[in-house]
Nanobody
Framework: QVQLVESGGGLVQAGGSLRLSCAAS????????MGWFRQAPGKEREFVAT????????DYADSVKGRFTISRVNAKNTVYLQMNSLKPEDTAVYYC????????????WGQGTQVTVSS
C-alpha cells in the first residue's frame, strides 16, 4: 500500500497562491488515480480535484475551476495542487488521496495540510 504525505499548506492572503504537494512512499502514484479533498471546520469533507493515473484527465469541483490545477509527476512520485486566486472560503484542511482503478472509494489518505486564506 501507499503512504501519502501532504505539504505546502500555510497562511496566505486572499488572491494569493499556494502549491500543495503530495509525496508517496511504499508504492508508485502511477498505480492510482489521485485526488484532493478538503474539509473546513464544522463542514463535510468535499471533493476538490482528481487526476487520472497518467495525468491525461482531470476533474474539478465547480468552486475551484479556473483557479486550481491538479497535476502529477509520476517519476517523482508526487501529485500537486496549484491553487491560485485563493479566497477565504478555500480555508480548509486539504487531503491527498489515492484510489486504485475499479474501487469505488479512495483507499489511501494523507494526514492533511492546513490552508488558511485571510481577508
Amino acid at each position: 500500500q501507499v503512504q501519502l504525505v501532504e505539504s505546502g499548506g500555510g497562511l496566505v492572503q486572499a488572491g494569493g497562491s499556494l502549491r500543495l504537494s503530495c509525496a508517496a512512499s511504499g508504492g508508485s502514484v502511477s498505480s492510482y488515480a489521485m485526488g484532493w479533498f478538503r474539509q473546513a471546520p464544522g463542514k463535510e469533507r468535499e471533493f476538490v480535484a482528481t487526476i487520472s493515473r497518467g495525468g491525461g484527465s482531470t476533474d474539478y469541483a465547480d468552486s475551484v475551476k479556473g483557479r486550481f490545477t491538479i497535476s502529477r509527476v509520476n517519476a517523482k512520485n508526487t501529485v500537486y495542487l496549484q491553487m491560485n486566486s485563493l479566497k477565504p472560503e478555500d480555508t480548509a484542511v486539504y487531503y491527498c488521496a489515492a484510489r486504485t482503478i475499479g474501487k469505488y472509494e479512495y483507499e489511501y489518505w494523507g494526514q492533511g495540510t492546513q490552508v488558511t486564506v485571510s481577508s
